[in-house]
């Protein structure tokens, strides 16, 4: 059984300049040694909708990653005091897919750049969405970051050491918590 965990990164905001998907390029560039990161690019995924009898490449794209990944790394921006529009809607296209096999039993850790409380209210509505969907959340650490707060370039990059470091340690704990869960094939 390989120990390499591949991680896929979906961030929920659509932002060139997104400061939650600059915590995905800081935790793409701090990996743990035994752990390989994908982006998954949810921007063309189409609402979710039963009616539509052939899956949209930008879906089946997405699905090709999610069947890959060991584990999910989530950026969880804060719109209305709950998830983004987006990445809820990924989740659900993945949920549809044949016996949930995309994401039952997978290690998932949730991050996040906001406002004050970073996304803490959106990352608790998205680790119910989680329970639904047989993802398994890991509990600590937890990365809130105020992306308001000098932690983050123009650009969405993130520049504080200490946003850094925690998202290295939600690495190594997601890659642990994935192992764990890894069933022998």
Not at 53 to 58: F, I
Not at 69 to 85: K, Q, V
Not at 148 to 173: E, R, Y
């Amino acid at each position: 059984m390989s120990k390499i965990i591949r991680v896929l990164g979906i961030s929920g905001s659509l932002r060139a300049k997104s400061c939650n998907t600059g915590l995905l390029r800081a935790a793409a560039s701090q990996l743990p040694e035994g752990m390989e990161f994908e982006f998954a690019d949810v921007s063309q995924i189409p609402f979710y909708n039963a009616d539509l009898q052939e899956k949209p490449v930008a879906v089946e794209t997405f699905f090709k990653q999610l069947e890959q990944a060991d584990a999910l790394l989530l950026a969880c921006p804060e719109y209305n005091y709950s998830i983004a529009p987006v990445l809820k809607n990924a989740i659900d296209w993945a949920s549809r897919y044949p016996d949930n096999k995309l994401l039952g039993g997978k290690a998932v850790a949730l991050c996040g750049a906001g406002g004050g409380m970073g996304t803490s209210r959106a990352q608790y509505h998205l680790r119910q969405v989680c329970v639904y969907v047989d993802l398994h959340p890991l509990n600590k650490p937890e990365v809130f970051a105020n992306a308001f707060a000098g932690g983050f370039d123009t650009d969405g990059n993130v520049t504080d050491d200490k946003i850094k470091s925690n998202l290295a340690a939600q690495l190594q704990a997601l890659q642990a918590w994935a192992l764990r869960l890894r069933v022998p094939s």
